[in-house]
């Protein structure tokens, strides 16, 4: 459908003014996405197509984009995918982890302040909290990992080429 539009130079803007569609509609279905038959009904006359030829076009200009997605999806190793699983539940349980200490603080500890007189062990215990978090942040999000490593050596040898190639001249 893409390819319509694109013949008669239109913008996505103008096919939806056209077709009486949202532009997002017609984003979705220049993707590929399932749209209505009323949609398809409206886009075909608007073309002077019938609806078959249009779904015909569209499933050959979106075909390649879902094979692409398919291989992409099938290059992925079981260990990449059993590594991305376990990522996910890390960051699942990080993410209860903080719920559940916000909670225990809110609820068990701010009633416990007394005008002042429990402050330092609020603070003490909040603190400790915040350690913990960063802890466990830090243990799930790796933020000096091995990309980061990865990403600071490829910097460290460019910076040295770069300054190899200057002093050559």
């Known amino acids: 459908m893409k390819s319509l539009r694109l013949k008669r130079n239109w ?3 103008q096919l939806a003014q056209f077709s009486g569609l949202n532009v997002r509609t017609i984003q979705r279905v220049e993707r590929g996405n399932k749209v209505g038959s009323e949609t398809l009904k409206s886009l075909a006359a608007v073309f002077e197509i019938t609806v078959s030829e249009l779904l015909e076009l569209i499933n050959k200009e979106t075909q390649p984009a879902k094979a692409s997605q398919k291989t992409a999806q099938e290059n992925v190793t079981d260990e990449q995918l059993k590594n991305a699983k376990e990522k996910v539940k890390l960051i699942k349980y990080f993410y209860g982890f903080c719920t559940f200490l916000t909670v225990v603080f809110i609820f068990f500890m701010l ?3 007394n005008n002042g007189e429990n402050f330092g062990s609020l603070v003490a215990v909040f603190l400790s909290f915040a350690v913990m978090i960063a802890g466990f942040a830090f243990y799930v999000f790796e933020p000096f990992g091995d990309k980061w490593e990865q990403k600071k050596l490829s910097q460290i040898v460019e ?3 770069h300054k190899n190639g200057t002093d050559t001249k």
Request: without cysteine; aromatic residues 12%; hydrophobic residues 0%.
């Open 159 to 161: 910076r040295d080429e």
């Open 11 to 13: 913008s996505q803007e």
């Open 111 to 113: 009633p416990n302040y």
